[in-house]
């Protein structure tokens, strides 16, 4: 039966649900029919004992329990007590809550050097790196946060390769007079990039002042229902 036990409050409700009509038309009584599934003479499948189904509908509470408070404990950023010294990943960190339960949605422009020494910049969303990554790698400082072709927009400086992806959360508007525009897909809002002007509703831009990158900026975006 498996998980098919969770569905059950009882063990005698279980036991009921193994009861098949010809045994009650044969039997002519509900108790009979019950003892011969808990003897095993009917039912679907080898059947628990009661002491069997007590453990497993414990186990499968306590699964769940841990699944509710899942988010909040298996944070990358938990237990990094050194971030105070690195103040992108800090930034990070304080967001990392919010965006995994889906009440922000962040953009990260990202601007430095690779592995090869070449300058890379672009923009990143935070959301989906969260969710594809294992960011404790970054938080302990083992890989460092930089753009990838795959992001919502890439420019290699030295290459000229630039390079724009729509993500889950954010469809690229780039044919305008602004300039690169993002619009957020779960509330229509539009996101602008560009620093002489408003970042748009519900968004704030904030420029991190850090040694760890040439440029960080977060655009942090707060979710409205739409209406």
Known sequence: MGDDLTKFPTYDAFIDAQVRDIDLFYLGDLAKA???VEL????????????????R??????S????????RDSLASSGKADLDNYPFLMELAKR??????GKFCCIIFVRDKNHR???????????????TEDFSLYFDRKKRLLPRPSDLSFYNWESQ???CSSSP?????????????????RDRKIINVNPSAPPGDNTRRIQITTFEYTQCVIFDHLIRRKV
Request: include cysteine; aromatic fraction near 10%.
């Open 34 to 36: 019950r003892q011969l």
């Open 96 to 101: 990392e809550e919010m965006v995994r339960s």
């Open 40 to 55: 095993g003479y009917r039912g679907r499948g080898e059947l628990p004992s009661r002491e069997e189904f007590e453990d």
């Open 169 to 185: 959360n954010f469809e690229i508007i780039a044919d305008n007079e602004e300039g690169l525009l993002f619009k957020c897909k």
């Open 117 to 131: 020494g070449q300058e890379v910049s672009g923009y990143i969303d935070y959301s989906l790196r969260l969710n």
């Open 64 to 71: 769940l329990l841990t699944k509710i408070t899942q988010p």
């Open 57 to 62: 509908k414990k186990k499968a509470r306590e």
């Open 161 to 163: 390769y630039c390079s």
